[in-house]
């Protein structure tokens, strides 16, 4: 079998930003962004050996990272980032407020930030911004660069307008789409829990997440992928169903990611206006 070759994406005229979802749902989530020349992951939660086993099925190059965002203290966030920080030299980013509260041992190095305080990463404009959840600072991210810009909210108990403002004017939004609301009423789960999941400190029903993204889209908006599927209460084709409902006023790549498979890479091009 040929060696497979590991590279940053590729680098040329008609892209600003390389997005691939490595990993969405309970069990683990991991997102990797880059300019080409600029790499992050906004959480690691996988295994790191099984992290990097996904950047190299894409034939992105785990070395070639620049940095890990927390976006809160949930094992489901957090397991891989002591590890890959340490093996790969990275800093880990993330909310001063959870610095003494994430488990996640010795680390290369932390860099703390302010929820709705914007920083830098290399080339890569980064806005950390305050959402509803049961973590201590939980915060979704977007990122920037050279005009192209993405949103990454999941781990929604609420939709409120400081979230709807910050997700504004994106060209690739990462959105939750939990649970369908039947289905976790109807389904196994216990009666604590189903409440916990539908608390405003909970997470986001397909229902939900389509009224926010109906008041989300506009012409520039490329790519949609929903994301935190519940295994139990959601399935992929009742969120394509719903949500595709939502975009009456333009036509994205809507897509679903996966708890145990990567996705692909999407490019964002130059030139594209909200």
Known sequence: M????LQRPRQCADYNLAVCVLASGSKGNAIYISDGLTAILIDAGLSATEIKRRLKSRGLNPKDLN???????????????????RQLKLPVYLSRNIEKKVSMGSVHEIRTFNSGSTFQIENLAVHPFAVSHDAVDPVGFTIGQNGSRIGVATDLGTVTPHLKENLRHCH???LEANHDQEM???GPYPWYLKRRIQSHSGHLSNGQSKRLLMELQHKGLEHVIMAHLSQTNNTPQKVLAEVSEALTRCKPRLKVASQYRCGEIIYLKNGIKP
């Open 184 to 186: 976790l009423i109807n």
């Open 172 to 174: 690739l939004l990462i």
């Open 67 to 85: 940095a890990i965002l927390v976006s809160h203290e949930h094992s489901d966030h957090v397991q891989a980032v002591g590890v890959l920080s």
């Open 2 to 5: 040929a060696k497979l070759e």
